[in-house]
């Protein structure tokens, strides 16, 4: 447990979104190039593209990245369902 913080508690109310489809459509680039042009497998960039992964390693979001020309936060974002409840 962090500092005063419930850790497990308030992952029920956040949320990552990952717009990796969003940033490969304004490059017009498929999944199957993507892969190929950064040596990760189809089936883990679907994952990813898919939001079905816990985490991403740097390395992977780097590559991912440089090959778009993006930034991480273009990638991934935060979402705060805290208000929900």
Do not use: H, W
Not at 57 to 75: H, M, N, W, Y
């Amino acid at each position: 447990m962090l500092t005063g913080i419930n850790y497990a508690a308030s992952l029920r109310f956040m949320e990552i979104r990952i717009n990796l489809d969003v940033e490969m459509a304004k490059k017009k680039i498929s999944l199957t190039e993507l892969s190929k042009r950064i040596g990760i497998s189809m089936t883990n960039l679907s994952l990813l593209k898919t939001g079905k992964v816990k985490a991403i390693r740097f390395s992977t979001l780097a590559v991912i990245c440089k090959e778009l020309g993006c930034q991480p936060g273009d990638i991934l974002e935060y979402i705060d369902d805290s208000n929900k409840k």
